[in-house]
Every structure is written in C-alpha cells, then in structure tokens.
C-alpha cells in the first residue's frame, strides 16, 4: 500500500442500485433526524459522482 503523504484520500460510495437510491431520495424528503437525512444526502450526492470537495460546500461542513 502506497501512502502519499500532503494528499487527502479519494472516498466515494459504492454504486447505489435503483431500489436504494429511491430509498435514499424517499429518506431525503421524509426524515424527521436531521443526522439521517444529511446522510441520504451525501450519498445520494457521492454515487451521483460529486466530488467530496464539492459535497462539503453544499452540505455546509469540514471535509474530515
């Protein structure tokens, strides 16, 4: 294993299937835990190939 040091990993979601991500978008509309919905978010936004850069803008938080 090859470690790069000054350099962030890449982390991305697995492929999200069909049935999962209508899960997901149903989570995202009717969470009441405010936890589980940024949740379904971010993964919703990771499997739709946005950037970990681009999801800490949008969801308003640190990249750790």
Do not use: F
């Not at 294993?1 to 982390?11: A, L």
């Not at 069909?18 to 997901?24: A, F, I, P, V, Y």
């Not at 919703?44 to 949008?58: E, Y």
């Amino acid at each position: 294993m090859e470690v790069v040091v000054g350099r962030r990993p890449s982390v991305s979601v697995r492929p999200v299937g069909m049935d999962e991500g209508r899960k997901l978008q149903r989570i995202s509309r009717t969470a009441k835990h405010r936890v589980k919905l940024r949740r379904a978010i971010v993964v919703l936004m990771s499997a739709q190939g946005q950037s970990g850069k681009d999801i800490t803008v949008l969801m308003q938080v640190g990249e750790d």
